[in-house]
């Protein structure tokens, strides 16, 4: 199932990012490729992270996303 329709990241590509040792949505971009564009997988990315033991500790890095 695609998660991140702005750059076409599956579930299991980030589950595979996480599995290499990403442990932040700036680390799964840079194992994947791509950057935040509108922000909307970034909370279904979180939960995969969490389920796979990373954390959003290190968001710093990521900007220009739409406030909800
Ligand atoms: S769906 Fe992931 S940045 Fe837009």
Same mark, same amino acid.
Do not use: P
């Given at each position: 199932m695609i998660i991140c329709i702005c750059n076409r990241l599956s579930?299991?590509?980030?589950?595979?990012a996480a599995g290499? @040792?990403?442990? /932040?949505?700036?680390?799964?971009?840079?194992?994947? @490729?791509g /950057?935040?564009?509108c922000g909307k997988c970034l909370d279904?990315?979180?939960?995969?992270?969490d389920s796979a033991g990373g954390s959003l500790a290190s968001m710093s @890095?990521?900007?220009g996303v739409p406030a909800e």
């Open positions: 579930e299991s590509a980030i589950r595979q290499a @040792g990403a442990s /932040s949505i700036d680390h799964v971009f840079e194992h994947c @490729g /950057s935040v564009n279904f990315m979180e939960e995969i992270l @890095g990521i900007t």
